[in-house]
């Protein structure tokens, strides 16, 4: 028989999200939240609730996708301890110092290269962090400005062009219709469909180059651009980087420098991507949306990582820059390099397991049920979706829960087929602010690994951006709702009040911390 937690669902996620802004303790914080969801669980019974903890963290280890990604997670430490060891990194550095001379050139091409990269936001993540991280460390920009711009790329990008997620989106949606009764609109036309209504990752990767190109940072952003401008340190004293190359590895091998060391590796591990990608989803008569909905992209990313490493060794031994002893060595080290990460992310999904064994999903989608108008359902979508990403830390899952949810509302309210699949784009908006949000969510962490970058300051330093594009995203909404006003009005519309915005904020916040503009 199925528990009716009530609210008590919300409280190991509120646990371990107090937890992080109150200890800046990530791993602690995870652990001490699904504690409490075990306590809860075992009726207070702390032996059962110990037993309860270990049993759902096995389970997630166990999980053969979380697998996968642990050991893409691992595969990916020791590959940026070759290209790092080798003079990758350096040759980089190098080379960047000739085409980019300054700061904001470096932001603005971090932003251009998470907007080509669309492929899946892990690789993402991994590529835009290992090309730009050493990159930011001689231009002077801090950590936190890296992991927001991988974060605020990543996910966003990945919902608009061809990859896993348009895959996994389209399904979502074709299980909305279904659940719908509508047959004249296909799943794929429905994501067509949804597109102009997904307004928060529109406005989020836009946001990004606004507040690069104005510079007018604001909130704890503009308080660690100050420091690194004044001082020079790209992070915080006291920081904990969830990914620090140049103190766990030591200096690189100077003796051959060369940026194939750094390009061969990331390219392999994108094309044999591309190729796991097609391989694990490939099938007779089958479109290019079809095979990406029946792939399995954490094999598809495992191969690629495992890939990447085998290239840096290959280099390593071809060029005769390590011997076979020093390769070993390498990789290992940069196995280490990934153990705290994989802690955090084994504990993030072992909590979003709590959180379903708990059903808090849907009991926030029964608290916020009930009479109201179809004016307000988009608004009412997209705030639901923030809040159950925020409290598990999946985008994903939250779009499982909600597609199926909103499009039959809204067709059941509108008797209109394509204002229903637009909602798709409202769910997807509410799924992705959550998640970017949410100091438990995989990808979040993943911007904080592979930018380098403490994870609670890449939290902290993001939320205030998070917020200000999702509000003007809510209002669109509301907009939406009331007005009956298209996308095509709502885009720039927003886009114009996300110019204006941050220049009143930059005032406010220079105010509050001193700094002189």
């Given at each position: 028989m199925e528990v009716d937690y009530g609210i008590l669902a919300i409280i190991p996620p509120l646990v371990a999200i107090l937890l992080c802004f109150l200890t800046k303790r990530v791993l602690f914080s995870l652990i001490m939240g699904i504690f409490a969801g075990g306590l809860i669980i075992a009726t207070g019974n702390p032996f059962a609730a110990f037993e309860y903890t270990l049993g759902s963290t096995v389970g997630s280890i166990t999980d053969s996708w979380n697998a996968n990604l642990l050991l893409f997670n691992l595969l990916m430490g020791a590959g940026v301890a070759l290209i790092w060891s080798l003079g990758g990194s350096l040759a980089l550095t190098n080379w960047a110092k000739k085409k980019i001379k300054n700061r904001n050139q470096a932001s603005i091409g971090a932003w251009l290269l998470g907007i080509i990269v669309f492929i899946n936001d892990y690789i993402n993540a991994a590529i835009v962090g290992n090309v730009f991280r050493d990159i930011f460390d001689t231009e002077k920009v801090s950590k936190e400005r890296l992991s927001y711009i991988v974060d605020s790329t990543a996910a966003p990008v990945a919902t608009f062009f061809i990859s896993d997620w348009i895959a996994f989106q389209i399904g979502m949606i074709q299980t909305g219709l279904d659940q719908a009764g509508i047959t004249e609109v296909s799943a794929f036309e429905g994501y067509l469909r949804g597109i102009p209504m997904n307004l928060y990752c529109i406005f989020a990767v836009v946001f990004v180059g606004i507040i690069i190109i104005s510079k007018k940072d604001f909130g704890p952003m503009l308080k660690a651009e100050h420091r690194v401008q004044t001082t020079g340190k790209t992070y915080r004293d006291g920081a904990n980087p969830m990914l620090d190359v140049a103190d766990e590895l030591g200096e690189a091998k100077p003796d051959k420098p060369m940026l194939l060391t750094f390009i061969l590796p990331l390219i392999t591990l994108i094309l044999v991507a591309l190729f796991g990608f097609w391989w694990t989803g490939k099938g007779p008569d089958k479109n290019l949306m079809a095979i990406l909905g029946d792939s399995d992209p954490a094999v598809a990313l495992l191969w690629g990582a495992a890939a990447m490493t085998i290239t840096g060794a290959a280099i390593a031994l071809i060029f005769r820059i390590m011997n076979v002893a020093e390769v070993m060595d390498t990789i290992i080290r940069g196995l280490k390099l990934m153990l705290l990460a994989c802690a955090i992310l084994v504990s993030a999904w072992t909590l979003g397991s709590v959180t379903g064994d708990m059903n808090l999903a849907a009991y926030l989608t029964k608290v916020v049920g009930g009479a109201?108008?179809?004016?307000?359902?988009?608004?009412?979508?997209?705030?639901?979706?923030?809040?159950?990403?925020?409290?598990?830390?999946?985008?994903?899952?939250?779009?499982?829960?909600?597609?199926?949810?909103?499009?039959?509302?809204?067709?059941?309210?509108?008797?209109?087929?394509?204002?229903?699949?637009?909602?798709?784009?409202?769910?997807?908006?509410?799924?992705?602010?959550?998640?970017?949000?949410?100091?438990?969510?995989?990808?979040?962490?993943?911007?904080?690994?592979?930018?380098?970058?403490?994870?609670?300051?890449?939290?902290?330093?993001?939320?205030?951006?998070?917020?200000?594009?999702?509000?003007?995203?809510?209002?669109?909404?509301?907009?939406y709702g009331v007005a009956k006003i298209t996308p095509a009005i709502l885009i720039p519309l927003g886009l114009i009040l996300l110019v204006f915005i941050p220049r009143v904020l930059h005032r406010i916040s220079a105010k509050k911390y001193a700094i002189k503009v």
């Open positions: 109201i108008p179809f004016s307000l359902v988009p608004l009412i979508i997209f705030v639901l979706g923030c809040v159950i990403a925020f409290a598990t830390g999946t985008s994903w899952g939250t779009m499982t829960i909600m597609t199926p949810i909103a499009i039959p509302l809204a067709y059941s309210m509108t008797g209109d087929p394509i204002v229903a699949v637009m909602m798709s784009g409202v769910v997807f908006s509410g799924a992705i602010f959550g998640d970017h949000c949410s100091p438990i969510s995989d990808t979040t962490v993943l911007s904080s690994i592979f930018s380098g970058a403490d994870h609670m300051d890449h939290v902290a330093t993001q939320i205030p951006y998070a917020l200000t594009v999702a509000s003007v995203a809510a209002v669109m909404f509301l907009l």
